[in-house]
């Protein structure tokens, strides 16, 4: 217990001196995270809203393989993309293994489907309440999915904070493709398992309590979105 | 612009009158509307009345085409789909509101029947002022209390210059003052042109409003025609019992 205490101060030391390298892996790990998630975002969100709204051949298996995604193994994902980037991978004249460039694109793999999942079931929710009225304008649901977009806004802001939660604290993945290389892929996880294993227990504690805090943030963040949807719609 | 009603952008021409023949709409084995058969004229408030169950609100979505029918034949004046729902409107029961201000769930109405966006603002104004809602333009649609979201739904009707205003039970989750400030609204409607058919239980709405009267029971129509003559002389039983305030099943 001692020795774990002695380490926690060392950690909050650590933190209050700003130790240069311990902010560039936080700050990796936040560019990596906030990336994949945009990248998600802009993928899932309109995936998500037209699974809801769209009737078309195969929808159902599609609906299937996003929910499946949701539970995607982050090693599976790690090593699919380590595939596809190796130097004898269909991939890997880019050049990419090892580099934060990787570990975005796995993130955005394991994020996707959870923003997608999401947005179709806010989307839908929505539709449910707004169809008849959407169909009484003459807005056919294709046509009323910016107008559903917007409304379920709150929804998929949570939606996109829960992708991101995932990200920040996903280590299997990034370990794989980005290969925690000192001072260019090292990230708050990859490090934690690093120092942990290597027994250097502060540097590990003091990542572990700034990625804590962006957990919080992120879990206040929502609770604080979904307050402010409660008042504002009633 | 893909899916909206591009077809039609011309105003439509008159809608009524409207002949309807022998419609059916059944469901798991029932016949939800039975063979109705009548005329809906242009310019009149025509109350659909009749007890829970009777298939007021379903005749009401069929009209308007959100439920195709099973069976009969509906005769338009104006022959264009797309046209002719540019020419209707509908009110539902439980106001659908969307989830932004007053003037924003204006503004996605109007801009959903391609009102040009030099009107709208001026529409919008118009509808506020018609629903009473002045000041109340940057609240959220929903927080407003059930007598406003109601009024709003209304205005925002009446922002699309329908001839042809269908109304499902408009005040009945709403009490007397909210009901008198709704029934207001829907005069004033009239006043101004609109044809109103409207769905209600409520005997008494039904004899303040009603020109014409449809009175159905347990999916029939039982009877119709001019709403004082039903109220002085009920032909049928079922109607002679629902205007004593007998409880009909």
Redesign the interface.
């Known amino acids: 217990m001692g020795e774990i205490g002695e380490a926690a101060a060392t950690a909050l030391r650590l933190l209050r001196s700003a130790d240069p390298e311990l902010f560039a892996i936080v700050a990796l790990s936040l560019e990596v995270s906030l990336t994949a998630t945009g990248l998600a975002a802009a993928i899932g969100l309109p995936l998500g809203a037209l699974l809801a709204v769209a009737r078309f051949p195969g929808r159902g298996a599609l609906v299937l393989l996003v929910d499946a995604g949701l539970g995607l193994p982050p090693v599976v994902v790690g090593l699919l993309v380590y595939l596809l980037l190796s130097r004898a991978g269909p991939l890997g004249e880019l050049g990419l293994l090892f580099t934060p460039t990787a570990m975005v694109i796995a993130q955005t793999i394991l994020v996707t489907p959870i923003v997608a999942a999401l947005a179709r079931r806010a989307v839908a929710d929505?539709l449910e309440?707004?169809h008849?009225?959407?169909?009484?304008?003459?807005?056919?649901?294709?046509?009323?999915v910016p107008?559903l977009l917007?409304?379920?806004r709150y929804r998929l802001a949570t939606a996109c904070l829960a992708g991101f939660g995932r990200a920040a604290a996903e280590v299997g993945a990034i370990l794989i493709v980005g290969g925690n290389i000192r001072d260019h892929t090292r990230t708050m996880t990859t490090a934690i398992a690093l120092e942990t294993s290597k027994g250097a227990l502060e540097q590990a504690l003091a990542l572990g309590f700034v990625l804590i805090l962006v957990v919080l943030a992120v879990n206040l963040a929502a609770a604080g979105l979904s307050t402010m949807?409660r008042?504002?719609?009633? | 612009?893909?899916?909206?009603?591009t077809a039609a952008r011309a105003e439509p021409g008159p809608l009524l009158p409207l002949e309807v023949e022998g419609l059916v709409v059944e469901a798991g084995g029932r016949r939800l509307l039975d063979g109705l058969s009548f005329t809906l004229r242009p310019q009149r408030c025509t109350v659909i009345l009749g007890p829970n169950g009777a298939g007021k609100s379903l005749l009401l979505?069929v009209l308007?085409?959100?439920v195709p029918p099973d069976r009969g034949v509906l005769r338009w004046a104006e022959p264009d789909p797309?046209r002719r729902?540019?020419g209707?409107?509908?009110v539902?029961q439980k106001p659908?509101l969307?989830?932004?201000s007053v003037c924003g769930d204006l503004a996605?109405?109007l801009a959903?029947?391609d009102v040009p966006r030099r009107e709208r603002r001026a529409r919008i104004a118009e509808a506020v002022a018609l629903a009473g809602l002045e000041g109340f333009e940057r609240r959220?649609?929903?927080?407003?209390s059930g007598g406003e979201q109601q009024r709003l739904a209304l205005a925002r009707a009446w922002a699309?210059r329908p001839q042809l205003l269908f109304l499902d039970e408009p005040t009945a989750s709403l009490d007397p003052a909210a009901t008198r400030m709704v029934e207001a609204i829907v005069r004033d409607l009239a006043a101004r042109g609109v044809t109103i058919v409207m769905s209600t239980h409520d005997l008494g709405q039904a004899r303040r409003l009603a020109e014409e009267v449809l009175f159905l029971y347990g999916g029939r129509l039982v009877e119709a025609g001019d709403a004082g003559t039903f109220f002085a002389h009920p032909a049928s039983v079922a109607a002679r019992a629902f205007l004593e305030g007998e409880l009909l099943a």
């Open positions: 929505l309440d707004y008849e009225h959407l169909t009484s304008l003459g807005l056919r649901p294709l046509a009323a107008v917007f409304d379920a949807a008042r504002i719609e009633g | 612009m893909i899916g909206r009603l979505r308007h085409g959100l797309d729902r540019l209707q409107a509908f539902f659908v969307l989830r932004r996605v109405a959903a029947r959220a649609a929903r927080s407003l699309l």
